[in-house]
């Protein structure tokens, strides 16, 4: 017979005798006590709401003090920490999109420890600028001739979009009208930055008669968005960058033969995920480089810096000198502008680009990316052996299983990427109750995906130093178990 709830209500433990009990007692050391009270509060609070939802048929005062002392241990692991990413995603938005190389790393730290030359030239003895650190190198990898870096490429698009086409008309296909990940969106970044949207063509077809019968003397760009994370196929047609060249170019050219006093119709791309290598290994489907866009006749081009790239969260236009210039003047530049750690990590992501196979082989995002399958497969084996020693045959069933990745972030839609990956079918316990301990439990919380009822732990994204750690997770889920059996 269950008990009447007023008596489960009444054998709730009081919040001071909680306070009292050892384990808080010991806690005290190390936690405010208020914060002590609240974590026992809302245990207790907890436990009542689900007595009156008649979802409890015992008071366990042990429980809800365990309850009380894991969250308030929770309040002392940082918010943001590292995670094991096994998803296979290598550009994982949520889970911070491009890990940074180990020079990109070194070079954060040292920025952050002390004083630099930020925005000081030691050539000069004088005042230098921000921008210079980059922008060299940029262009000696793009052939662009000017560059500047922002916060982020969705910053990059408006401060663009705010000088060039504020208060004037902005042509832009309906194919191209894109949402990147919730809060991106082509036609609201451009009634932010008072660009008048004009949309022409279809949503599977512009054709370049489209883009000319849509300019008007209040033209100021044409905007070309590169559709980063979804493909059309089938009954399509865009127009390519060249036409859009050629189109601009000859109604530049009719307006200073008609003496028009207004500015040039200028190119620009949103490219997304900016790629500095020309990805072979996906044929076709491989991202267009920057410098292909700018060969291909863009004024400017604006990609991230944690994409493809594999640097920092940054946002980088390239093109003509007279137009980055007057980028640099916006007030947008100084109210977007990036900080010191993330200069110095974009800098060195940079320098590893003069040497394409270093790139390669030192960026981690274009490491991963192209790794050979039968690499990740020797990783996946490796993590399956290591494994093995510490899971029973009778708690779970491991094996290696092939699958198809994607990059994530943005690029690369079209292409299947190989991949291997250790399974774990459950014998004991199951894979949801599984993936919510390696998430909600774990210190580093080791992030999978779940399968017909399996665990898989995708070999391309993790790397040989985190395969203690998910042992050690794995490992400690199935003890839960056994112990929980005891009790
Ligand atoms: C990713 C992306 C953006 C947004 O870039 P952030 O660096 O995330 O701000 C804008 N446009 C395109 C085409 C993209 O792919």
Do not use: W
Request: net charge negative.
């Amino acid at each position: 017979m269950p008990q009447p709830r007023t008596d489960l209500l009444r054998a709730l433990p009081q919040v001071e005798e909680l306070m009292q009990a050892a384990p808080m007692r010991a806690l005290e050391n190390i936690i405010p006590r208020v914060m002590l009270v609240d974590c026992a509060r809302a245990a207790v609070d907890a436990q009542r709401k689900r007595i009156l939802a008649g979802e409890a048929e015992t008071v366990d005062a042990e429980a809800i003090l365990t309850t009380a002392c894991n969250s308030a241990l929770a309040t002392l692991r940082p918010s943001l920490r590292r995670v094991i990413n096994a998803t296979g995603v290598v550009i994982h938005t949520n889970l911070g999109r491009s890990p940074l190389a180990e020079s990109a790393v070194q070079a954060v730290v040292e920025a952050a420890r002390g004083y630099s030359t930020l925005e000081y030239s030691v050539t000069n003895m004088a005042r230098g600028s921000r921008h210079a650190h980059v922008e060299h190198l940029i262009c000696t990898l793009t052939g662009a001739e000017a560059a500047i870096a922002v916060n982020n490429n969705a910053a990059a698009v408006m401060m663009v979009l705010a000088e060039f086409a504020a208060d004037h008309e902005a042509i832009v296909s309906r194919g191209e009208l894109v949402e990147i990940g919730g809060s991106f969106r082509v036609p609201d970044i451009m009634a932010q930055s008072n660009a008048r949207m004009v949309e022409v063509g279809t949503t599977n077809k512009t054709h370049p008669a489209d883009y000319e019968r849509a300019l008007t003397p209040d033209t100021a760009m044409l905007l070309k968005v590169h559709p980063s994370n979804y493909r059309m196929i089938g009954f399509t047609e865009s127009v390519s960058k060249t036409d859009l060249r050629r189109i601009a170019d000859s109604e530049n050219t009719r307006r200073h033969a008609a003496g028009l006093d207004v500015p040039d119709v200028l190119v620009y791309e949103d490219q997304g995920s900016g790629a500095f290598i020309h990805l072979d290994v996906f044929g076709e489907y491989a991202e267009p480089t920057v410098r292909e866009s700018l060969q291909g006749g863009c004024d400017l081009v604006s990609f991230s810096g944690d994409k493809l790239l594999g640097g920092p969260q940054a946002g980088i236009v390239v093109g003509k000198k007279e137009y980055i210039d007057r980028l640099k003047k916006h007030p947008l530049a100084r109210a977007l502008r990036l900080d010191k750690m993330t200069l110095a990590a974009l800098e060195a992501t940079l320098r590893l680009y003069l040497d394409p196979e270093a790139a390669l082989r030192e960026i981690p995002t274009l490491r991963m990316l192209t790794e050979d399958a039968t690499v990740v497969r020797e990783r996946a084996e490796a993590l399956m052996h290591a494994l093995r020693k510490r899971v029973a045959p009778r708690q779970a069933h491991l094996s290696i299983v092939e699958e198809t990745g994607r990059a994530g972030g943005g690029s690369l839609p079209m292409c299947d990427i190989d991949t291997f990956c250790v399974r774990m079918e459950f014998k004991a316990g199951n894979a949801q109750n599984c993936e919510e301990h390696l998430q909600r439990d774990r210190e580093v919380p080791v992030i999978s995906r779940i399968k017909r009822e399996c665990v898989l732990f995708d070999a391309r994204t993790i790397a040989e130093g985190d395969i203690p750690e998910i042992v050690d997770a794995v490992g400690s889920y199935f003890d839960t178990l056994a112990s929980a059996k005891e009790a």
